[in-house]
């Protein structure tokens, strides 16, 4: 009875994930809505009329990009786990790709997101905190000890 509700906790952890991604989605679209319209939870629209405007352009594409993937493969491992929780499979081999992409563009994200000076004609400033390099350098721990939980579970599969 107790594995059921593990599994249970589980479901519903995958689930409040998804909930989450979807909070994270709306959040990302009112930032951005008021980066272009200086409306919502921004100070300002991004001033357009002055020097860096391609600069400007290229760091939001990058910036909403880099949202979409992340909160994307948020949501693939979330649903990865779902899938794989009806086989009884605690560490679904497909997760271990997605979690180092997700490392990936999740810095890439932050990263945009600390240049965001440039959109108020900064110049090249970078307002970096930890968010930027200590969270990414985790959440690759936290990816590489995932890939060996998953070999394990493989593994010892295999060998019953």
Known sequence: MTKQKTWKGIRICCYVALLFCIAWA???VFMFVGLLTGKGGVDKAI?????NT???AVLLVVDILSAI???GLCVLAALNF???S???IVFPQKNVKVFFWLVLSYFVHRLSWAMHPVYYNH???F????????IPFLLLFFAFMYKVAADAVEENNLTI
């Open 123 to 125: 110049g090249f400033s």
């Open 69 to 71: 993937v992340t909160i």
């Open 82 to 84: 779902l899938i794989s």
């Open 54 to 56: 391609s600069a400007k």
């Open 26 to 28: 709306l959040f990302e």
């Open 127 to 134: 307002t970096a905190g930890h968010s930027v390099f200590v």
């Open 47 to 51: 001033d357009w009329s002055q020097e």
């Open 86 to 88: 009806r086989e009884e």
